[in-house]
């Protein structure tokens, strides 16, 4: 917890923050900031999320031990590369299945089922496009290059490039996507 505290800490510093200020920013008291820095209170992941947004820092660069992240997150994260936190004593653990994503509004959030032996190409659409393997496997195709995912994988993409999917025969998938723009709107009048 106390190095939590101690990179919470280096961090204002290096923005030139005292505690009122980052109090302010972060909606957070002034006394409880400090007790945080020090070790002596324990945060819930709403309260590290203000904190890092006030510090414009993301939360997984508090949890790497090689310090500063690239903030572009990566094109593909293997399950075992997914941030794994767990804040104090908490019983809650949080898997981060991308790197943070600013300023990416989520429109929809659905489970793709792909049959087996299915292939689609050189699909494109608006906005972005993030997916996670739930079960099976499924070969992802971007601007010609594929590359296979297997459960616990996750993806991002511009979903104005060149993208498809492709499953071997008798093997299904099913993902889990967030798109920030509609693939189909939806008529719920009467429904």
Do not use: W
């Not at 980052?22 to 820095?37: A, I, N």
């Not at 929809?108 to 032996?117: D, Q």
């Amino acid at each position: 917890m106390n190095d939590l505290g101690d990179r919470l800490r280096e961090a204002r510093a290096r923005l030139g923050l005292t505690l009122e200020t980052l109090s302010e920013h972060s909606g957070l008291s002034t006394g409880f900031l400090s007790q945080v820095e020090r070790g002596l209170s324990t945060l819930s992941i709403v309260s590290l999320s203000a904190i890092c947004r006030a510090l414009d820092l993301p939360i997984a660069e508090l949890f790497s031990a090689s310090g500063p992240l690239d903030r572009e997150a990566p094109r593909v994260t293997r399950s075992v590369e997914q941030l794994q936190i767990q804040i104090g004593d908490s019983p809650i653990a949080y898997r981060y299945l991308t790197g943070q994503l600013p300023d990416l509004p989520i429109r929809e959030l659905l489970v793709a089922e792909f049959p087996p032996g299915f292939e689609q190409i050189d699909s494109t659409h608006e906005g972005r496009e993030l997916g996670y393997v739930l079960e099976g496997r499924f070969t992802l195709l971007v601007n010609g290059e594929s590359t296979e995912l297997v459960r616990g994988d996750s993806y991002r993409i511009a979903a104005s490039e060149s993208h498809g999917y492709r499953t071997r025969p008798g093997e299904s998938a099913r993902i889990l996507m967030a798109v920030t723009e509609r693939f189909i709107e939806l008529d719920r009048k009467g429904a």
